[in-house]
């Protein structure tokens, strides 16, 4: 989607510390780390939030908890991470691409 910015790292017309990706799924560092592990899992397709996931797409919101699952591990972090989505701006979505976070390390916001 234009204008989008994980669309622009998705296309590579911007950079991205990618740390993973797929055929439909892409993970890269936060920009704005808030814990010293701090990855943002992404599907490719363009939905606001997590409230745009057709209820019916089992095939990529599985796809999306077993990335989220694969990349905490590849990061080393299993058994000790927190996974948050910001549904909305009354939530603190910033980015109106769906994403979910993995935060990891000592110190973090919830
Ligand atoms: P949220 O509040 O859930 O929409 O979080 C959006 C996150 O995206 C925020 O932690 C900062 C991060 N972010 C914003 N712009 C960029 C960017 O251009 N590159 C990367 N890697 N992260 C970004």
Redesign the pocket.
């Known amino acids: 989607m234009q204008n989008c910015?994980?669309c622009?790292?998705i296309a590579r017309e911007?950079p991205?510390?990618i740390v993973f990706e797929d055929d439909s799924i892409i993970a890269?560092?936060?920009?704005?780390?808030?814990a010293p592990v701090?990855v943002?899992v992404v599907p490719k397709e363009h939905y606001r939030s997590l409230d745009e996931l057709p209820s019916g797409d089992l095939l990529n919101a599985g796809n999306i908890l077993l990335a989220i699952k694969n990349v905490a591990e590849q990061l080393g972090v299993s058994g000790g991470y927190k996974v948050?989505?910001?549904c909305g701006e009354p939530?603190?979505?910033?980015?109106?691409h769906l994403?979910f976070?993995i935060l990891a390390g000592k110190k973090f916001v919830p």
Do not use: E, Y
């Open positions: 910015i994980f622009k790292i911007i991205g510390d890269f560092r936060d920009i704005q780390p808030l701090h943002l948050v989505t910001n939530a603190g979505q910033v980015v109106p994403h976070h």
